[in-house]
């Protein structure tokens, strides 16, 4: 059995970090007595794990043997997709000042981002969401995983494991089609997965960019548009400072926390936002939470 302990920055919240999990990562996340079951790719290697809270610490365990190398990585891996380095304590100084946003961060103190594992699954799910409510997105997202990845047994659990590019490399557009994808949606992420498996897209090569880099980069491409170039900002790289203003989700709320008439505009809301650098990507997502849970 590997039992690893890892102590976050303080302050963290495991309860409310996770809460996203549990409403919508359901196609590769198992939740069981408070812990959280998902399968990660160490080294290229399928691996379960059990990722759980105790005793102020995120505890991470598998009952695969696991080498030095292959520990090291995973315990980096969960500190990297849990946040857990990550010091929010500046950005609660610098957002006291903003009302009436001030109370609604208070009240979620401890909330970190969740990180896919990959550049690569963070990208696939993203354009999958496109124009999509959450619920028909994270369908899709495993009906995909379903057709073209794999599973991995687990105790008594039968884990999904999300696929690698070269995986759904091979599928054809009609086999999405099939799943309810549309036909232009199902080209994006197989066109897309192809050019990552033949090294024509390199998304690890995107982390030593500036953010207005990579979005250069990705809106490029043909099915991705800013708003996910964005979304692997926040979601697969966890860049502090970005602000999806033409999220509908981020406009909703920002009428609802300033009790506005109307829904602000895109320019409205990145005006706003000028105040909330060099934290804009957390104002966001306390924002989304907001919406959803407030």
């Known amino acids: ?19 996203r999990l549990v409403r919508s990562e359901k196609a590769l996340y198992r939740v069981r007595d408070g812990q959280f079951l998902r399968v990660l790719r160490i080294q290229g290697r399928p691996i379960p794990v059990e990722i759980g809270w105790e005793s102020g610490q995120v505890r991470v365990q598998t ?3 696991l080498g030095t190398r292959e520990r090291e990585i995973l315990a980096r891996l969960i500190r990297r997709m849990f ?5 929010l304590g500046p950005f609660y100084e610098h957002m006291k000042k903003e009302s009436p946003l001030a109370p609604i ?13 990959s550049l690569y699954e963070c990208l696939i799910k993203t354009v999958i969401s496109q124009q999509l409510n959450l619920s028909f997105a994270g369908r899709l997202v495993y009906r995909l995983v379903e057709l073209a990845g794999e599973t991995i047994r687990y105790g008594d659990e039968e884990l999904p494991v999300f696929p690698t590019p070269e995986q759904v ?9 099939k799943l309810q994808f549309n036909r232009r949606k199902a080209e994006y992420v197989i066109d897309l997965s192809r050019q990552v498996a033949d090294g ?20 490029a491409l043909r099915g991705v548009g800013r708003w996910t170039a964005e979304c692997l900002l926040l ?41 909330w650098t060099p934290w804009r990507s957390y104002v966001t997502f306390y924002l989304w939470d907001y919406l959803t849970e407030g």
Not at 83 to 87: N, P
């Open 1 to 19: 059995m590997v039992d690893i302990g890892l102590k976050p920055v303080e302050p963290y919240s495991f309860v409310a970090t996770t809460r």
């Open 63 to 65: 009952t695969v043997e």
């Open 83 to 87: 946040s857990l380095d990550v010091d």
């Open 105 to 117: 961060i208070e009240e979620r103190k401890g909330l970190h981002f969740v990180l896919d594992p």
């Open 169 to 177: 490399a091979r599928l054809d557009y009609e086999d999405l089609q």
């Open 200 to 219: 024509e897209l390199d998304l690890e090569g995107l982390q030593s960019l500036s953010d207005r880099q990579v979005v250069e980069k990705l809106v």
């Open 235 to 275: 979601f697969g790289m966890g860049r502090p400072d970005l602000l999806p203003a033409a999220d509908i989700g981020v406009r909703n709320a920002v009428k609802k926390a300033f009790e506005l008439d109307g829904q602000p505009t895109e320019a409205e809301v990145r005006e706003w936002g000028e105040g």
